[in-house]
């Protein structure tokens, strides 16, 4: 069975230049045993072996995996229906919704426990924001505390307002390196806001500290799985040689 990883983030290389281009993976990946919200409905990740080149029947030495987790557990895409009655699944989103210029607001003045308000969005914005754009909000928090016991429960959070701001903005999309919504708060604001205006929210990024530029190209397609309200995504931005790529 695959080792299980409770520490912080980041073991593969995070950037890598390609010709003109820089490619930085924001993903967060599944692995055995890996952190996860702490209530008894929410199941942990397990990846298991169905065969192994000791026990293949063939002598080939092939090797077979099964995947058991919860895609809210690492990077994935939120769709409407994950709170909407009705709205749309990951399946029913268009790619291209994932696929395009980022906006990338640093939110790094934030701290434990503190709201990100719409104030803080305009600001970080400096007018640079369009109708269409995606938005990466970056705080580090993932980075510095994931696999902290209290990771839940001390994160900054976007304030209602926060939300607002992002619809009344036109926002594509809406991606963070930390929680969406106030510890402890069960009536869930944030998420029925933008969902409820079909945003997908894209959660659990990290590594947005080594972007260069305010805007990047943003690759965050889900997984395409039908009927589900959630999906696992490997999240890339690329700077340089692209549209919008230099900021």
């Known amino acids: 069975m695959a080792s299980g990883h409770t520490g912080r983030p980041g073991q593969q290389p995070n950037a890598k230049e390609v010709g003109p281009l820089r490619i930085i993976d924001l993903t967060l990946g599944y692995s055995h045993g890996m952190p996860a ?130 619809v009344e903005q036109g926002a594509a999309l809406v991606g963070l390196d930390f929680l969406t919504e106030e510890p402890g708060d069960r009536d869930f604001p944030v998420h029925r806001r933008l969902l409820e205006a079909d945003i997908p929210i894209l959660e659990y990024l990290r590594n947005l500290k080594a972007l260069r530029g305010p805007i990047v190209w943003l690759m965050a397609a889900p997984m395409l799985v039908e009927g589900a309200e959630a999906a696992p995504v490997r999240a890339l931005a690329v700077e340089g040689g692209v549209p919008y790529g230099d900021g």
Not at 82 to 95: A, T, W
Not at 115 to 141: I, K, S
Request: hydrophobic share 35%.
């Open 37 to 166: 919200y702490g209530t008894a409905w929410y199941s942990q990740v397990e990846i298991r072996p169905l065969m192994t080149p000791e026990t293949d029947p063939t002598g080939h030495g092939r090797r077979f995996s099964q995947f058991v987790f919860n895609p809210h557990n690492a990077t994935h895409v939120d769709a409407p229906s994950h709170f909407v009655p009705g709205g749309k699944n990951v399946s029913d989103l268009e790619p291209d919704r994932f696929i395009g210029p980022a906006l990338v607001l640093d939110l790094t003045h934030r701290g434990l426990y503190e709201p990100v308000t719409a104030d803080d969005l305009e600001a970080a914005a400096g007018g640079r924001m369009r109708p269409g754009l995606r938005l990466l909000l970056r705080t580090d928090y993932v980075d510095r505390h994931w696999g902290d016991p209290d990771f839940w429960q001390k994160p900054p959070y976007l304030a209602p307002s926060a939300a607002d701001w992002c």
